[in-house]
């Protein structure tokens, strides 16, 4: 494994007390990938996945810190939009960063990640500060997750977009999400019911997130992201790392050939109408239209009155204007 591996591990309570530790959050751009290390337990699992109701199932296996999970959201955005009457996209929580107890890998105390995550979003093109490292800096990737888990009992959809709320509030607004004040602001924003987002997130959702952890040593799941494609009949298929959008369609067209896609409005109103939020990469990835071309047309309507931006260092975001979720 090079030097630059993003080497990204679930760690157990046996794991605890090992001396060589690995390092979850340098991630390498050039796979595309957030990956474990070798010596652990990787190798394909023969674990059947069940599909239900659609055509086809993904298991996504993310975290609500990864930079590479971060960096798909154009594609899977456009994944939804596509092929979303195909495909159910079942959301799991992978288990980043459970605390800072290892040394190595280049990493070894929060400060370490804020430079990274700033290479990271210019070669992702997707706009993150990694400054929330020197601020604010989380512990552990745990708590996010948990709350995630705690939303999906409430609401998935919800919970979807609670994911969305949290990631910009660390990637963007340098927010730590692992305090609560922060995870009841986001659930807030996409209309959870705080009260009991604090309850399951406190009991039952411990136990949900215990479970992704399993079902990813189970599967052979070595880092994030990772998508498990699969049909009623068993075929799998499986995407690696940030990819392409046509690998993620590729993926999908080899289960079943026959799979069309759906045609979709692809006017700037429309996309945020259907995505509350947008970054310049987004928005050429769903609308079609260049990059450059992209931000020069969302800068425009901002200007116009039309939507609202936050601008941060390594890019911005768009919203419309005045919009609720």
């Avoid at 050039?30 to 190798?43: A, D, S, Y």
């Avoid at 700033?118 to 512990?139: A, F, K, R």
């Avoid at 604090?198 to 959702?205: S, V």
Wanted: proline share 5%.
């Amino acid at each position: 494994m090079s030097h630059n591996a993003c080497q990204e591990q679930i760690k157990n309570n046996e794991m605890k007390n090992e001396t060589n530790k690995t390092n979850p959050l340098l991630c390498d751009p050039q796979t595309g990938m957030c990956e474990f290390p070798e010596n652990l337990e990787n190798q394909t699992s023969t674990k059947s996945i069940q599909t239900i109701e659609k055509q086809l199932k993904v298991i996504y296996f993310t975290d609500p810190i990864c930079s590479s999970c971060w960096g798909i959201e154009p594609q899977l955005r456009k994944l939804k939009l596509e092929y979303g009457k195909t495909i159910e996209i079942e959301y799991r929580m992978g288990g980043l960063l459970p605390d800072w107890s290892y040394n190595s890998g280049g990493i070894s105390k929060p400060s370490d990640v804020a430079h990274h995550w700033d290479e990271v979003s210019v070669h992702y093109d997707m706009p993150i500060d990694g400054d929330v490292w020197l601020e604010d800096p989380l512990d552990s990737s745990y708590p996010p997750s948990i709350a995630f888990k705690a939303a999906q009992i409430q609401d998935n959809e919800k919970a979807i977009l609670f994911l969305r709320e949290m990631r910009e509030m660390v990637f963007l607004q340098k927010k730590n999400i692992a305090k609560w004040q922060h995870i009841a602001t986001a659930g807030k924003n996409v209309g959870l019911n705080i009260e009991q987002l604090k309850t399951d997130y406190e009991g039952k959702a411990k136990t949900l997130f215990e479970e992704d952890l399993k079902l990813a040593r189970e599967l052979g799941v070595r880092g994030f992201p990772t998508m498990f494609f699969t049909d009623s009949l068993g075929n799998k298929e499986i995407v690696y790392g940030s990819k392409p959008y046509a690998f993620y369609e590729m993926a999908i067209l080899k289960i079943n050939p026959e799979t069309s896609k759906m045609e979709y409005n692809k006017s700037w109103e429309t996309l945020f109408t259907k995505y509350p939020s947008l970054t310049a990469r987004e928005y050429s990835e769903l609308s079609g239209t260049p990059r450059k071309e992209s931000e020069h047309l969302l800068n425009e309507l901002t200007k116009k009155g039309k939507l609202d931006k936050l601008a941060i260092k390594n890019g911005g975001l768009w919203k419309l204007k005045n919009a609720s979720r």
